[in-house]
């Protein structure tokens, strides 16, 4: 099977990377896929604090983190690499990716490449959107519009949004719902996955004393965005090569 | 007359200890639903020798409240910190009765609460047993919500209540075809009551199962009368099932 890598990122800081990626891995698992991740956020490791064991920090501007992530696809046990991307770094990792060979080896189709672009609800989440596209040939670009700590409220209109979607060659696009802002807070002093908090579990495994009403709004809410995460053709190639390779194993 | 509604009076040790819920609303407001909460309330009280858990959503008034000061709490359910109150509270307290006047103007988005962190779900592994009493108004438009309410919610007990002092709800429109056509556990037909007896039933002061227990003997004869007969009106609805059950009505 074919490794992924799915890289969650954007220029601008708090528009929601990590709360992504604590979702999509949360999906993945629930999918029993096996997944690796990666957070840059260097030294602190917000992704990390939530999958201690799963999410391992790096230095995306060091060369031998660089080869943790993409010198060890092969013999890694998961399938599917998630690398949180630090905020403000989105053009520079691409950048990076792309001087080191990995862009084009993903059009070579080597492995399978997606980005995750969260923008938030201001014009330079249009601009960054410009700017990314000129990395994107050969990869599953999708925009995740993020509306989880904002109202519905977007500086820019639907049409202007629009016209610079549509110059963005095969993007899809995602809305991350918005998520009751107590609930949010109670998962995030929580310390634990989405997943486990529903099913009132602490962040060590055991059992949670955590709010019916607060799980039920995490738990709609996760249901909301899995349905858009089932819909991306990255995560549908996912099910189909695990599918296909738990049919080879009976 | 007094047969039933005096025999609930004097068995409240003989009730069921399983918790309930009794959620009482409308899409519209003005049509009698305090009213019909607060004879709830009282019949609740009366079968199970104290008063349920109140949460009046009318913030910041307050309806039912005011007749049962010390039995609940008015709830912002704008604010998450009330919802959590409100539904976590019926969750956690599971050996008490739970009264909910819903205002006309949390009906859409307290049930929308309700069936996105799947409360019924979470009722039936406390043992609690969830009873919405909708009041029907008189519009086409009030049998639709009420329909569609119903048939939102399938798991949870639902009956409409058609209060007689606001006219006749299946009267308009498509209404009885609707209403024909729901799934409902039963109906209840709330009678019109005299301006003089309406007047009592709604005074703060006045409790119908102290009326029941015989508290209210200076009233006048005709006067007495009437609510009695409201009241059988009201028992002789029961279907057996419920006849000593912990429903409210």
Known sequence: MKHSIILVGADKGGVGKTTLSRALLDYLERNNVLARAFDTENPRGTLHRFYPARATIIDLNN????????????????????????????????????????????????????????????????????????????????????????????????????????????????????LNEMAYEQVDLAGATFSDFIANKTAKGEDGNFSFVLRGYVRKWLRDIDQQFGELDMIKSIMAAKRSNASGDS | MEGSLAQDSQTPEQEQTIASATIVCSDCPRNGKTLF???????????????????????????????????????????????????DGMLERIDSHFMIDLSARHFSPFFQIYRDIDFQTGAEECGLEVSIFFIIDRTEASIVAAAELCASLPRTRFIPVRNEAIGDALSVGKSADIFAGMRVDREIILPELSAEAQGMAEHVDFHFDSFIAGKYDHFPFELKAELWGFLESLYEQRDSVETGSTHPL
């Not at chain 2, 959503?57 to 007749?67: A, N, S």
């Open chain 2, 37 to 87: 909460a607060k004879l709830a309330t009282d019949i609740l009280t009366l079968r199970t020798g104290r008063p349920p858990t109140i949460f009046d959503t009318d913030e910041p008034d307050g309806g039912l409240i005011h007749h049962f000061p010390d039995a609940g709490q008015i709830v912002d359910l704008s604010k998450t910190t009330a919802q959590v109150a409100l539904f």
């Open chain 1, 63 to 178: 060369v031998a983190d660089q080869m943790r992530i993409l010198d060890t696809m092969d013999s890694a046990s998961e399938q599917v690499t998630v690398v949180d991307l630090k905020a403000g770094n989105l053009s520079s990792a691409l950048d990076i990716f792309d001087r080191i060979g990995v862009l084009q080896a993903a059009r070579d189709e080597e492995f399978n490449l997606g980005l995750l672009h969260v923008v938030g609800p201001s014009i330079a989440s249009l601009d960054e959107m410009n700017e990314v596209a000129k990395y994107t040939n050969g990869m599953d670009y999708v925009v995740a519009r993020n509306f989880i700590n904002e109202t519905n409220f977007f500086e820019w209109d639907e049409a202007t949004y629009s016209k610079y979607f549509a110059r963005l060659p095969n993007a899809k696009e995602i809305e991350v719902p918005k």
